[in-house]
């Protein structure tokens, strides 16, 4: 009954290494998005998709690509990781963008 | 200066205790306020929310904002162990085409201790 579910949970991966988190909802919901929390927990949108459309795009590297396949899944893909990668990422979905969002459990990314 | 701003703690209280969690806000055009609770290893919760000025109760939380002074607060009546969490406030700015992004603070740790 998992409504926002993310894979890997923990992911610890050398430096220049690409890796990829998935994430799903099983809502109904139109809007996903990708936040990165940071070691003092400050919590960051990186990305918003509508209906599989991008819609906010933060000042994230371009090492960050959102993958959308459909509205009920969006994928975080990460190239040439870097130290400063490492934080908690969390996918969240609501119905509309001004609607409640609920969190997925996070994927803790460790970069060595 | 951040758009929003919550000290980080930590706050550490005895159970029963009246705890007082607070966020200021720059921005006139916030017209959402949210509180989420988030515990250890987990992903934000929404709490509570309120539109405009005013008061909201919810059993043992009460939401309180203040739009003249762009503060908001929240309000733990007769804190429990379990209310020990991080609590972040939120608030929705409005974009271009119609859409919003949450602007979080910074989050403040509490914990209740027996």
């Known amino acids: 009954d998992t409504a926002v579910s993310q894979t890997p949970k923990y992911l610890v991966t050398q430096m220049g290494n690409d890796k990829s988190i998935k994430c799903e909802q099983n809502?109904?919901?139109?809007?996903m998005y990708w936040y990165k929390q940071d070691s003092k927990k400050f919590l960051k949108i990186m990305f918003s998709?509508?209906?599989?459309?991008?819609?906010i795009n933060e000042t994230v590297p371009n090492r960050f690509s959102p993958k959308s396949p459909d509205k009920a899944h969006l994928n975080l893909h990460i190239n040439s990781l870097e130290l400063g990668d490492s934080a908690v990422y969390f996918c969240?979905?609501?119905?509309?963008?001004?609607?409640?969002?609920?969190f997925g459990p996070g994927t803790r990314l460790t970069v060595l | 200066q951040k758009e929003v701003e919550q000290d980080p703690g930590p706050l550490s209280v005895p159970e029963g205790a009246i705890v007082s969690l607070n966020c200021t806000y720059s921005?006139?055009?916030?017209?959402?306020f949210m509180w989420y609770r988030q515990y250890s290893r987990k992903g934000p919760e929404l709490l509570m929310y309120?539109?405009?000025?005013g008061n909201k109760e919810d059993g043992r939380f009460t939401a309180q904002v203040d739009k003249s002074s762009k503060y908001i607060s929240l309000f733990i009546r007769d804190s429990q162990p379990s209310d020990s969490a991080t609590y972040l406030c939120?608030?929705?700015?409005?974009?271009?085409?119609?859409?919003?992004?949450?602007?979080f603070g910074a989050g403040t740790r509490l914990a209740v201790h027996p």
């Open positions: 969240a979905s609501s119905q509309r963008e001004v609607d409640t969002q609920y």
């Open positions: 809502l109904g919901h139109d809007t």
């Open positions: 998709y509508n209906n599989k459309e991008l819609i």
């Open positions: 921005n006139s055009a916030f017209q959402y």
């Open positions: 309120t539109y405009s000025s």
């Open positions: 939120a608030m929705p700015r409005g974009l271009s085409g119609g859409y919003n992004k949450l602007i």
